[in-house]
């Protein structure tokens, strides 16, 4: 699709009012009590000058993540701070956040502080001057700060990934993503839909690019998957999104009848 063209639905963004942001962050977050603090004073001085507003998804933490964001709402404004009542995932705290923003474009990273929010601004600034049809800008991480395992493991996933639903991403597990929000609400939810969001985009008539970004080093809290439960969800996950891509049909745009003009001399 011509990124100059509109996709398949209509662009329908939030209306700009006073005091409307034009960008919303969202981050969820589960048990990462060590990052929080960091994380959203980083965010807020990436984007100082830019009308915006963060959005931290506690994902029902057990420990002290939702007291540490909420005893920070005092320092920072624009942070605001939802909790789901029970543990749901990433993909449905990063939809509650999505649902919740109140910009017609939003920042997505993950909570864990390895995804570097000086990079933030820049791809923000540049899915804001794109044309309409180009609906997701996501980070490639040049120079990962994992395990050797841990890379080897994205590596060869991003490999059968790319291969089978050319995606056009080699690092579709970078959390640093900037995509428009009524784009993301048109894709079909599922658990885990974080990780295919470049092919669903594409799939609902999307363009997208990529940008490089910074990756650093976890320094508190763990990951919360280990690379045997990540082959086992992306199989499943992957044979979900083939099917996905293979019931879509293209309806080549849309045309909205209009009154005839009216004749001279009428």
């Not at 830019?50 to 624009?78: N, Q």
Request: positive net charge.
């Amino acid at each position: 699709m011509n990124a100059d063209s509109a996709p398949f639905a209509p662009a329908s963004p939030p209306e700009r009012l006073p005091g409307r942001p034009d960008v919303s962050i969202v981050a969820p977050v589960f048990d990462e009590e060590g990052a929080v603090d960091t994380l959203a004073r980083e965010i807020a001085a990436a984007f100082a000058g830019w009308r915006h507003e963060i959005i931290f998804v506690d994902d029902a933490s057990g420990d002290g993540t939702g007291a540490r964001l909420a005893a920070l709402k005092a320092e920072l404004p624009a942070l605001r701070v939802l909790t789901h009542r029970r543990n749901a995932g990433q993909s449905r705290a990063i939809r509650t956040g999505v649902l919740a923003a109140r910009a017609p474009i939003v920042v997505m990273l993950d909570g864990d502080g390895q995804n570097d929010p000086a990079d933030a601004p820049r791809l923000a600034r540049a899915l804001q001057a794109a044309p309409p049809g180009l609906g997701l800008i996501g980070g490639e991480r040049r120079v990962r700060r994992d395990s050797a395992a841990k890379r080897w493991a994205s590596s060869l996933a991003n490999g059968v990934r790319r291969r089978l639903l050319d995606d056009r991403a080699a690092d579709t597990g970078c959390g640093l993503k900037v995509f428009r929000r009524d784009a993301f609400l048109a894709l079909p939810y599922f658990d885990h839909l974080h990780r295919y969001l470049p092919a669903l985009m594409i799939r609902e008539g999307y363009d997208v690019a990529f940008e490089p970004v910074n990756h650093r080093p976890r320094h508190s809290g763990r990951s919360k998957y280990t690379n045997l439960q990540r082959l086992g969800v992306a199989l499943f996950d992957l044979a979900g999104v083939l099917w996905l891509n293979a019931r879509a049909r293209d309806p080549g745009g849309v045309d909205e009848a209009t009154l005839p003009a009216p004749s001279e001399g009428a």
